[in-house]
């Protein structure tokens, strides 16, 4: 069984930037990959990020790609998601996922988070 707890989401303006937290309880988290979705108003989740058990696989939403960056920390049981150049489009509720066998498309997800909200200002 493992539990994800999110924070760090708040109210930024256009072009900040923000880091998500996501912790992890469970001896093996390093066993997972790990993964961001968020869900705007009025729509359907949609895949944001991955990583692999080791960090050195990563998948990006076309849509975020070069503005935001995953990362784990095994020893702390957490993965971030460093958010920057951050549109008014990026408002969302962002969940953290595990699956062993994650995949972009959200097959695999074993375990949700409960999100955070970021809301972005223009």
């Known amino acids: 069984q493992v539990q994800l707890v999110e924070s760090g989401g708040g109210l930024v303006q256009a072009g900040d930037s923000l880091r998500l937290s996501c912790a992890a309880s469970g001896r093996t988290f390093s066993s997972y990959v790990m993964g961001w979705f968020r869900q705007a108003p009025g729509k359907e989740r949609e895949f944001v990020s991955l990583?692999?058990?080791?960090?050195?696989?990563?998948n990006y939403a076309d849509f975020v790609k070069g503005r935001f960056t995953i990362s784990r920390d095994n020893a702390k049981n957490t993965v971030y998601l460093q958010m920057s150049s951050l549109k008014p489009e990026d408002t969302a509720v962002y969940y953290c996922?595990?699956?062993?066998?994650?995949?972009?498309?959200?097959?695999?997800?074993?375990?949700w988070g409960k999100g955070t909200l970021v809301t972005v200002s223009s």
């Open positions: 990583i692999n058990w080791s960090g050195s696989i990563t």
């Open positions: 996922a595990a699956g062993l066998r994650l995949r972009p498309g959200g097959d695999g997800i074993q375990y």
